[in-house]
Nanobody, 122 residues
Framework: QLQLVESGGGLVQPGGSLRLSCAAS????IGWFRQAPGKEREGVSC????????NYADSVKGRFTISRDNAKNTVYLQMNSLKPEDTGVYYC???????????????????WGQGTQVTVSS
């Protein structure tokens, strides 16, 4: 059974940083998504199984960095220069199909974590 566990969310002031972690029960392409109240869940970033390919939403390019430690089956999302509009529940998801690339659309992912809340507010 594939399991994903997110951690690292919290309350941070605008301009601050947080690092989210996603611990998986195996090696998969991983995507990070977020959902703000009243809005659709949107893709934020993803990383291929090997870590050689990454993608970012335009809204987070230059501020967020995704990485992985395959020895620990863990993917990290380093979020810097956070803005109030980054607020939402962040989910990691696993794509068991793709190997060399990753996708930022929801339908590519079959397995989802429980989510972790990120709140950016002064």
């Amino acid at each position: 059974q594939l399991q994903l566990v997110e951690s690292g969310g919290g309350l941070v002031q605008p301009g601050g940083s947080l690092r989210l972690s996603c611990a998986a029960s195996g090696l998969y392409a991983i995507g990070w998504f977020r959902q703000a109240p009243g809005k659709e869940r949107e893709g934020v970033s993803c990383i291929s199984r090997s870590g050689g390919s990454t993608n970012y939403a335009d809204s987070v390019k230059g501020r967020f960095t995704i990485s992985r430690d395959n020895a620990k089956n863990t993917v990290y999302l380093q979020m810097n220069s956070l803005k109030p509009e980054d607020t939402g529940v962040y989910y990691c998801a696993a794509d068991p199909v793709r190997f060399r690339v990753c996708a930022l659309w929801r339908n590519a992912y079959n397995y989802w974590g429980q989510g972790t809340q990120v709140t950016v507010s002064s």
